[in-house]
């Protein structure tokens, strides 16, 4: 196998873009008119706006990681020219479950966070907004498979997948400096 030289430069950028985690990040939702239009008025409410005090994958707030989905799901049905308005509106509000995941189950006694907290998501957004029947059941099957019933749209499953990929990607973001740094990469910096 030949060996391959990496020169310091690349490392160096290597380092640069593993150290900046802004691109999970990016807020290009915002200039989206059309999806703005689906989901001003969950973005602006303070009960999702609170969704900021809580962290859900490496440091990814729950209300960006909600975002994330939200947008990914509205773009590739908006493409399929598939209901873009209720993915978007369901992504938003698919992880509204209003508690710190990571120390919930030591201050409550309540265990089994990935099965669970559909229904305390699900729960939450009704009483705070006016759902469809298919946004209800977007939120509440959201994490098919671990949970066994899947969504009955085919906008669900895209919702179901972008939470999967949005979830690997934050919490990517948070190891990928350990793991270069734990396999002998080292900057000049």
Known sequence: MKSMHITQEEKDKALEWVEDSSWVKLEIYNEDLEYMECVRDILDNPV????????????????????????MSYCVCRRLGWDYREVARAGLLHDLFLYDWHTHARETGERFHGFTHPRAALNNAVKYFELTENEKDMILRHMWPLTPIPPKSRGGLVIVYSDKFCGLVETVARFKRWFLFSVGWKSTA
């Open 48 to 71: 999702f706006q609170s969704m900021d005090n809580f962290m859900q994958h490496g440091d990814t707030t729950c209300k960006n990681h909600c975002i994330q989905v939200s947008y």
